[in-house]
């Protein structure tokens, strides 16, 4: 298991006792202490830019920074201060927020995006050493709670909507998907009457020589799409002489209807309710951006003299 931030802030300065160390090396050597495995080692930020051990370090190396118990003599390297040395001798078991709190500067470094508002996690509402995510962690929690939030609305939404504005809905979002390509007008909902049991099309050329034809289920989280559906979408494919289809649901499908999905001779792709919310976010169908927020990091090259 991965150890949080916190954890790993006496492991962190205990790394610098012997002298000035390389953060680069330490995160290796740190990971080897806790027995990391090669998948936790690999685990990765949704960012893909650093590994989520990596991240925790750095954060850990921040922590212990802002209450003055290590410093940064230059790029990449940190060393103990006096106060960090005093730290180590006085043979702690553990650092946190909580042991970091008796220092002024720390206290400061906590309050400090907030001005005279103190932190009420500082006020004994929530004990600091109870945090484990670090903050970019903390704002990706948050992110994926308000997605998941969004995700539900738009699904709730689209099962309240008519028939006919969810068949619309679909086909634009396999649109903004690039299906279609360059072809103006390419997707288009069918309709209710004389269907052939399919409710839109996707024409991936201007002549329509290749075709994605769309099924759609506005049904409610608890009817799941059977295979008996399913084949009875392969059998609307085969009347249009078509090779592949989309099947979506605002619900779920049945471990039948996957098997079969998946044996059928014609490619037919599955989107469950789930996924379509995701989808619909992703492209900006039926939501769109109201605000943006941006994480920015030193830049270290900036400061090369």
Not at 89 to 100: M, V
Request: charged letters at 30%; one cysteine or more.
């Amino acid at each position: 298991m991965i150890p949080d931030y916190q954890t790993l802030m006496l492991p962190v300065l205990r790394a610098a006792a012997g002298g000035e160390v390389r953060i680069s090396d330490v995160i290796p050597m740190l990971a080897d202490e806790f027995a990391l495995s090669e998948l936790e080692r690999a685990e990765m930020l949704p960012s893909g830019r650093i590994t989520l051990f990596a991240n925790r370090v750095h954060w850990a190396k921040t922590y212990l920074k802002q209450a003055g118990l290590i410093e940064q003599p230059r790029r990449a390297y940190y060393r103990l201060t006096d106060r960090g040395r005093n730290a180590l001798h006085s043979n702690l078991t553990r650092i946190d927020n909580n042991y970091l709190s008796k220092f002024p500067e720390f206290l400061e470094f906590k309050t400090r995006s907030r001005g005279d508002v103190l932190d009420t996690r500082l006020q004994g509402d929530q004990p600091l050493a109870d945090e484990k995510e670090t903050p970019d962690e903390v704002m990706r929690t948050a992110h994926s709670q308000v997605i998941g939030e969004l995700r539900e609305e738009l699904l709730d939404r689209l099962i309240q909507s008519s028939p006919a504005f969810f068949e619309r809905t679909i086909v634009q979002l396999l649109a903004a998907m690039g299906f279609g390509g360059s072809v103006e007008g390419a997707g288009r909902a069918i309709g209710q009457s004389r269907d052939g049991g399919v409710d839109g099309v996707i024409d991936q050329d201007r002549l329509g020589l290749d075709r994605i034809y769309v099924q759609a289920k506005r049904y409610s989280p608890d009817n799941k799409v059977g295979a008996s559906a399913v084949r009875d979408f392969f059998g609307s494919l085969d009347r249009f002489k078509a090779a592949k289809g989309v099947f979506v649901t605002t619900s779920d499908f049945t471990s039948d209807a996957e098997d079969t999905a998946s044996m059928l001779s014609k490619r037919i792709v599955l989107v469950s309710g789930k996924r379509l919310g995701d989808l619909l976010i992703q492209h900006n169908v039926g939501c769109r951006v109201q605000e943006t927020l941006h994480i920015k990091k030193i830049d270290e090259d900036f400061f090369d003299e």
